[in-house]
């Protein structure tokens, strides 16, 4: 059984730093793209960051752009979102998705499997 389940999540002041994880199993997590994409209440979903897993690569959102990292452990199956420098408008529910084929990683159809998310809230 596929599953991505997701941690970290919380309350935080602004300017302060959460650290979520990943954890993948079920899958050839080696074979993967695993993204993170957030939505807050009435917006739509939007891509955080993304990582390919076997080579290493990067992409970030521009609003999240040199805030936030994206590493994995892939020892561990785990990829995780380092968030930095946190404003309220970050407050939304943070999901992890698994994509085997990617075009465009921002779009969410993309992705094959997807977690239950975890609520980040960033007062100010």
């Known amino acids: 059984e596929v599953q991505l389940v997701e941690s970290g999540g919380g309350l935080v002041q602004a300017g302060g730093s959460l650290r979520l994880s990943c954890a993948g199993s079920g899958f050839t997590f080696d074979d993967y793209v695993i993204g993170w994409f957030r939505q807050a209440p009435g917006k739509e979903r939007e891509g955080v960051s993304c990582?390919?897993?076997?080579?290493?690569?990067?992409y970030y959102g521009d609003s999240v752009k040199g805030r936030f990292t994206i590493s994995s452990d892939n020892a561990k199956n785990t990829v995780y979102l380092q968030m930095n420098s946190l404003k309220p408008e970050d407050t939304a529910v943070y999901s992890c998705?698994?994509?085997?084929?990617?075009?465009?990683?921002?779009?969410?159809?993309?992705?094959?499997?997807w977690g239950q998310g975890t609520q980040v809230t960033v007062s100010s």
């Open positions: 998705a698994a994509a085997r084929y990617l075009s465009n990683w921002r779009v969410p159809t993309q992705y094959n499997y």
């Open positions: 990582i390919s897993i076997s080579d290493g690569s990067t």
